[in-house]
């Protein structure tokens, strides 16, 4: 009798995030597609970490490992909410998304002094197109990447001293899983979690560290309530005759502060690696 292969973490986080493809029937009848990024929502996140300085434990553990005038690659970089505060130490920036909104709104952030290196295209697809950093970054990637192992490893190869990958501690839509019984009669994921991210970098063969700390933003924060419901009613693939109803489900679920309405902060974990990368 022959034992059942046992799962690496790689396959266990693909085939979990596989788990949140939204089922056909209801994503044919979206009238929006449910997974398209908001630009400006970056922008604003851009803004109010530039607006707070060195706080986080990703931005310390970065700085830790970035010498005076170094270089930074920020993966998955949206509008630079990882990179951005480490500019006041670094002289370089390659920057790789594939959403050209994002770029756009990251290439408005980044100081003149800084060399800046923009390329638009999907990683590791576009690895081959980028030098090596000191410090490289990721930050509110992982959920989105099905082959996290190959994802990781041209990470560490571009890094001389350090990859700082931060994550939440669950998927960043699970908070909504609450609305999916409501409004379709089905069940959302619960995994993967971060864990399960940290086990996958380690299985490509370095030691990572991680630290879980709270989290200080409200998510999918909106100064409208209106406009948060139509992320949500977006998420949820329906249309906007739908949205009272879901104003209603929300409530008691949301969170005001500071004249911003939005979900309650999850913790955030942050994982990084020493590398002993190209020279
Ligand atoms: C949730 S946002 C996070 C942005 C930024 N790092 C931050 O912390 O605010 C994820 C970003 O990663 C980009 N992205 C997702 N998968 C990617 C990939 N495989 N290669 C390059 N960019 C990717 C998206 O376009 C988006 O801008």
Redesign the pocket.
Known sequence: MSAEPVETPAEYWRASLAAWAIPPAILDAAPESPWQ?R?HQ?AA??DH?LRRGVTTVSQRRALEALPEGGSVL?????????SLPLLTRASRLTA????AG?IHELRARVPSNIELTVVE??????ANEVGPADVV?????AY??PNLDE?VAALTEKARHRVVM?VTAVH?RANQNFLWPIFHGIERPERPVAGDAVAVVRATGVDPRAEEWAGPELLMASDELRDLVAAVRRYLCLGAERDPEIAGALEGHLVRRNGLVGFAPVPRVTIWWDAAGPA
């Open positions: 990024l630009p970056f996140r851009a970490v920020d993966v998955g970089a949206g509008a630079g909410a990882a790789v998304d594939g959403d994002m295209g999907r990683w590791p697809d576009a970054v990721c930050n509110h990637v989105n990447v994802f931060e960043p």
